[in-house]
């Protein structure tokens, strides 16, 4: 599948109140195959557009009028649970975390180039149908936390091991849940006792369990 069919269903949302910045940025979305479904000025357009339009992705600048990035980004992913790329020209650890906090899934610093943008955009969308697969399985909060960073040690274990990228990683597991009716708990805590054991015991050759399709 192309790049651009792969991207082709992905509705964007672009918050910049910079005019040049913004036509930039929705230039290159359209071009890689997204479709900009609505564009915003600052902060507060953009969570009442997040409403009219209910984007799969929404590119914001931290800083905005009216309302700032973050603070609008926070709002749109309780409200409509989005993926979010936050844009900044500060690279300040506090700030990345505010974003994180408010449940970003990628940042990108100015100036950034389309070989930045479009990457990030693929992450935070990976790691947004991430949550959301792992967030319908699993009602609990707490057990939801730990199913999260378990899931995250295995797929560091199957990116480091078996040369996966981490969406290749998290695609096998999710695959491997459905074709053996498993939790992705139970996935991940096969690959932490087959493929860290291996690991820890040194062995060169560490194999994931057997795939989905074995």
Aim: aromatic share 4%.
């Amino acid at each position: 599948m192309s790049t651009e069919s792969r991207t082709s269903a992905r509705r964007v949302l672009v918050a910049e109140d910079e005019t040049l910045i913004r036509l930039d940025i929705v230039e290159t979305l359209t071009e890689a195959g997204y479709e900009v479904v609505a564009e915003a000025a600052d902060g507060e357009e953009a969570v009442r557009l997040a409403g009219e339009h209910e984007p799969d992705l929404c590119v914001m600048d931290v800083k905005m009028p009216v309302m700032d990035g973050i603070t609008a980004a926070e709002q749109i992913i309780e409200k409509h649970g989005c993926a979010v790329v936050m844009l900044t020209a500060f690279s300040q650890a506090e700030l990345v975390e505010r974003a994180s906090a408010a449940g970003a899934m990628a940042y990108v610093v100015k100036p950034f180039t389309p070989a930045d943008l479009l990457p990030a955009l693929e992450i935070a969308f990976s790691r947004h149908e991430e949550i959301a697969s792992l967030e319908s399985e699993i009602a609990d909060l707490n057990e939801r936390f730990e199913t999260r960073k378990r899931v995250d040690r295995a797929k560091g274990l199957l990116m480091e091991r078996m040369g996966l990228s981490e969406p290749e990683a998290f695609r096998w597991m999710q695959k491997t849940s459905m074709n053996r009716r498993l939790t992705m708990r139970e996935v991940a805590d096969a690959v932490i006792e087959q493929v860290g054991s291996a690991a820890k015991s040194g062995g060169k050759s560490a194999k994931a369990p057997r795939s989905a399709d074995a």
